[in-house]
């Protein structure tokens, strides 16, 4: 088992939908959760990091923790055509930082 | 303007060449690090540092040797060891003190074999 799990996609939705990521994990001892996008050919770019259970939001943009279940998610709301990319997520601890697969997005107008 | 800059862009290897990729840094991060990301694969760790004069492997070490004689510097080289070396590299870097959080990325650099 991967200690990071991520769902390829890829993942197509009309403009204005609300969009779902999410990650699964397996050690309970990780404590940083990120997510990350990643246009084609760039590098990736840090969108949204937590430390704790709960959601945090950033404009369009929630992450969600469920340490109990070992799951993430990020929310993006009225998604647009410019959020289309593959979003990585990335959990961790002060021993490692492990990235998922990358789920790819596409956001038609 | 902070960031982290890979150059080249795109670069070419011949059969049995080492080929040297560049990373700087200008955010004052303490530790760097060098990914390779795949299709399908996601990232994964080549090699890091977390202080100048100090490099440890990450998975996928085999192939790959690093230095770091400056704080803003980490060159990646690709050997010919390396049988399989075509994919996207990526470099990063993060405050350091012993924590992994926050690695900001380059622009990355495409490796091809010719």
């Known amino acids: 088992q991967k200690e990071v799990e991520q769902d390829p996609g890829p993942l197509s939705v009309p403009e204005g939908a609300i969009v779902s990521l999410n990650c699964t994990y397996s050690?309970?001892?990780?404590?940083?959760f990120m997510w990350y996008r990643q246009y084609s050919r760039k590098g990736p770019e840090l969108l949204m990091y937590?430390?704790?259970?709960g959601n945090k939001e950033d404009g369009r943009f929630t992450a969600q923790v469920d340490k109990s279940s070992k799951y993430i998610s990020l929310f993006i709301r009225d998604s647009q055509p410019s959020d289309s990319a593959t979003y990585l997520c990335?959990?961790?601890?002060?021993?490692?930082?492990?990235f998922g697969t990358g789920t790819r997005l596409q956001v038609f107008p | 303007d902070g960031g982290i800059t890979q150059s080249p862009k795109y670069l070419f290897r011949k059969e049995g060449q080492n080929v040297t990729l560049s990373c700087e840094q200008n955010?004052?991060?303490?530790?760097m690090y060098w990914y390779r990301q795949d299709p399908g694969q996601g990232l994964r760790l080549i090699y890091y540092?977390?202080?100048?004069?100090?490099?440890q492997k990450g998975d996928i070490a085999e192939g790959y040797s690093v230095s770091r004689e400056k704080k803003e510097s980490f060159p990646l080289t690709v050997t010919s060891a390396q049988k399989n070396p075509t994919a996207f590299y990526l470099c990063?870097?993060?405050?350091?003190?012993?924590?992994?959080?926050?690695?900001?990325f380059g622009p990355g650099t495409r490796l091809l074999v010719l």
């Open positions: 990063a870097s993060s405050i350091g003190g012993g924590n992994w959080e926050t690695q900001y």
């Open positions: 540092s977390q202080i100048v004069n100090d490099f």
């Open positions: 990335a959990i961790g601890n002060t021993d490692k930082l492990i």
């Open positions: 050690n309970s001892a990780f404590q940083y």
């Open positions: 955010l004052n991060h303490d530790a």
């Open positions: 937590t430390y704790s259970s």
